[in-house]
């Protein structure tokens, strides 16, 4: 089923924005392209939450979480087996670990995680 791995974290002031990447190698193309994808945070202390997700297939169905909608847009390149989120007008809220999501026939599998913090 392969891997996720996530770049794009790091220390950004408030206000700013950040590219997150995160690349399904070893996944074929016909694992992923049906698969939904997209991006997970977990701040310390508090459960992992939906940041946003993007449907596979023949559908392009959209999922954000209200406190990132209109600064916050995933996206994804199936000819490259890639996810993005792009991160604008960050808060220090938006402190946490992100993590890469797919899922496929109600299987979860999870990027390692990739620090994103926000100074005020």
């Known amino acids: 089923q392969g891997r996720l791995e996530e770049s794009g974290g790091g220390l950004v002031q408030r206000g700013g924005s950040l590219r997150l990447s995160c690349a399904a190698t070893g996944t074929i193309t016909s694992v992923f392209n049906p698969s939904t994808v997209g991006w997970y945070r977990q701040a310390p202390g508090k459960d992992r939450e939906l940041v946003a997700t993007i449907s596979g297939g023949g559908s392009r169905n959209y999922a954000y979480a209200d406190a990132v909608k209109g600064r916050f847009m995933v996206s994804r390149d199936n000819a490259r087996k890639r996810v993005y989120l792009q991160m604008n007008d960050l808060a220090p809220e938006d402190t946490a670990v992100y993590y890469c999501?797919?899922?496929?026939?109600?299987?979860?599998?999870w990027g390692q995680g990739t620090q994103v913090t926000v100074s005020s």
């Open positions: 999501y797919r899922n496929l026939d109600g299987r979860n599998f």
